[in-house]
């Protein structure tokens, strides 16, 4: 039932910084926990950060220090600051019900190039 829609993805320079959007829409996500994952072509999709319900995140060793999950529960969105970004960050972005069977959104490209 549920609605996810990513957003703000687009081209950056290395160490520039992007905050992407993840709007969800046809039910409130306030009591899911939430999910960022990457995917470049050929690769496997990989994931980035996570955000519980109460606001307790984790994120992978290569994403500490750099990307920061949050959620806003009263616009029903997440978010994904990225900053000190690197060319192999490149990837579509996609947000995601972290929760058994959760739907995924469409994603968003993220290009770090000069």
């Known amino acids: 039932q549920v609605q996810l829609v990513e957003s703000g993805g687009g081209l950056v320079q290395p160490g520039g910084s992007l905050r992407l959007s993840c709007a969800a829409s046809g039910s409130s996500i306030s009591r899911y926990p939430m999910a960022w994952h990457r995917q470049a072509p050929g690769k496997q999709r990989e994931w980035v950060a996570s955000i519980t319900s109460s606001g307790s995140t984790n994120y992978p060793d290569s994403m500490k220090g750099r990307f920061t999950i949050s959620r806003d529960n009263a616009k029903n969105t997440v978010y994904l600051q990225m900053n000190s970004l690197k060319p192999e960050d490149t990837a579509v972005y996609y947000c995601?019900?972290?929760?058994?069977?959760?739907?995924w959104g469409q994603g968003t490209q993220v290009t770090v190039s000069s």
């Open positions: 995601k019900n972290a929760q058994v069977g959760g739907s």
